[in-house]
């Protein structure tokens, strides 16, 4: 938001060095004010995500897996098939979850 009024402000110099003053204090200051927040922030998260009841069940990520299997084999043994964005964009995908 910062950086949004000080592009409004360049027109009017003083107003630009000021909001500039503004945000070149909150940047310095911020691991001070925000640091243990965000800190706090992130573990909890990864505390959360990291529970065995946050884990999918092992049957649901055999399904998926066999899923995407089967996806790569249908794409890549078409021999004869013209390769276009869309393809190589199914491809691409499929193996970017695996």
Request: with cysteine.
């Amino acid at each position: 938001m910062a950086k949004a009024i000080k592009v409004q402000c360049l027109i009017a110099d003083e107003k630009a060095r000021s909001v500039d003053n503004s945000v070149t204090i909150l940047e310095l200051q911020w691991p001070s004010m925000f640091g243990d927040a965000e800190h706090k922030v992130i573990n909890d998260r990864q505390e959360r995500l990291r529970k065995p009841a946050e884990l999918p069940l092992e049957e649901d990520v055999a399904t998926v897996r066999q899923y995407m299997l089967q996806g790569i084999v249908d794409i890549t043994t078409q021999e004869y098939v013209f390769w276009s964005n869309t393809e190589f964009s199914i491809l691409h995908n499929t193996l970017w979850q695996g």
